[in-house]
């Protein structure tokens, strides 16, 4: 158990419709990363908070977003689904920003139908 | 940027055989190094990791070596079990945590 906490597990959800994806991060981590991981792309970086503040932004798209909130949970909503945003994503958190190991949650597989 | 790369996959072993995986990255600065491994249907899990040059990480039996000279961080073990199946990622993180696009592996009996 990494001690990162990602709820729901399994989404299934319509074309068009609006999902919200919480990340509870370790006890005492500031940052919290998200990533998205579909079979043909590999694991891919989203978005970074750090103790509520974005950090740094990867490949999210404009219908995705974050945020972290003053108790350090985050949430990741996706809106106006499609076919293609079905996959996994994974959120991980460190303790703050230098070069340390991050630890990932188990992951919350979305199905878009 | 900073940016890693692995040697794609998949790799199919016997049990007992030797297992590399060629890992080498480009970073400015001096960069942490890791690699996670992700079990079927698992989020990913640290395997071990190297924070300065000639470091060697290890755990389960996995060994990585930090070489600055060459830029790489391969992992290796000596004889792989059929639990070792599994994808393997190589990662580097300076601020930014950035990953290679995994390989898969799998010991057969």
């Known amino acids: 158990d990494s001690g990162v906490t990602q709820t729901p597990k399994h989404l299934i959800t319509a074309t068009g419709q609006r999902v919200t994806l919480r990340c509870s991060p370790r006890?005492?981590?500031?940052?919290v990363y998200w990533y998205q991981q579909s079979l043909d792309q590999g694991l891919q970086f989203l978005i970074q908070?750090?103790?509520?503040?974005?950090?740094a932004k990867g490949n999210i798209l404009e219908r995705f977003s974050a945020q972290q909130f003053p108790d350090l949970h985050s949430e990741l909503n996706l809106s106006s689904l499609e076919l293609g945003d079905s996959a996994l994503y994974f959120c991980a958190s460190s303790p703050g920003t230098a070069n340390t190991e991050a630890f990932f949650g188990q992951g919350t597989r979305l199905t878009v139908v | 940027g900073n940016s890693v790369t692995q040697m794609e996959g998949p790799v199919t072993l016997s049990e007992e055989a030797f297992l590399t995986i060629n890992c080498t990255y480009t970073a400015t600065g001096y960069p942490s190094l890791f690699w996670y491994v992700q079990y079927p249907g698992e989020g990913l899990q640290l395997l071990l990791k190297a924070t300065k040059a000639d470091d060697k990480g290890s755990n389960k039996g996995f060994e990585a070596t930090y070489r600055k000279e060459t830029t790489s961080f391969h992992l290796e073990k000596g004889s792989v079990q059929v639990s070792d199946s599994a994808v393997y990622f190589c990662?580097?993180?300076?601020?930014?945590?950035?990953f290679g696009a995994g390989t898969t592996v799998t010991v057969r009996a």
């Open positions: 908070y750090y103790n509520g503040e974005e950090r």
């Open positions: 006890s005492g981590d500031l940052s």
């Open positions: 990662a580097l993180r300076r601020y930014k945590l950035s």
